[in-house]
């Protein structure tokens, strides 16, 4: 259980790394669309392990994304806190339904639009965006485009399928 707790860190750690320094390539910068990709870990952590997995990885990566970044510390904590909680609802014991192929999708696009409505609804406080340009140019194009790069995960073969090949 510590082994996988440590794990979990350790890729949060690497993933925090990449979101803040390698991510802005593949992201759409003419319309300030960029994946998060720490999220889509928060997800699998919450649906792997229950909500309180999820809520505590999900706060710790935050807030180290808040230090990292120096902007609004607790907000990222925040929104990972709640996505990572939210994802647990997906918990099964008995399997994981929703870690199997296109089933994570269903988790992954209304837990990212969650995290990112948040997220962006109180980063956006002053700013003169209306509601809708909120919710329509940042909250869903950053929602869809998170769920896209979310399908490498899809395709990555399990290692179970993995132990069968070999």
């Known amino acids: 259980m510590l082994i996988n707790y440590l794990k979990y860190f350790g890729i949060l750690l690497v993933l925090i790394f990449l979101q803040k320094s390698v991510v802005w390539l593949i992201s759409i910068s003419s319309y300030n669309i960029t994946p998060d990709i720490i999220v889509i870990m928060i997800i699998y952590i919450g649906v792997k392990n229950g909500h309180v997995e999820g809520a505590v ?70 700013v003169t965006l209306s509601f809708g340009d909120i919710f329509f140019k940042l909250v869903l194009t950053s929602t869809t485009y998170t769920t896209l790069i979310s399908l490498i995960f899809v395709f990555l073969p399990k290692r179970k399928e993995t132990e069968k090949l070999a």
């Open 57 to 126: 990885f999900g706060f710790l990566a935050g807030l180290i994304l808040d230090f990292i970044s120096g902007s609004f510390v607790g907000l990222s904590a925040l929104c990972y806190t709640i996505s990572g909680f939210t994802a647990g609802y997906f918990y099964r014991q008995e399997d994981d339904k929703f870690l199997e192929k296109f089933n994570f999708l269903i988790v992954v696009f209304p837990v990212t639009l969650l995290c990112n409505f948040i997220y962006f609804m109180i980063f956006s406080q002053g």
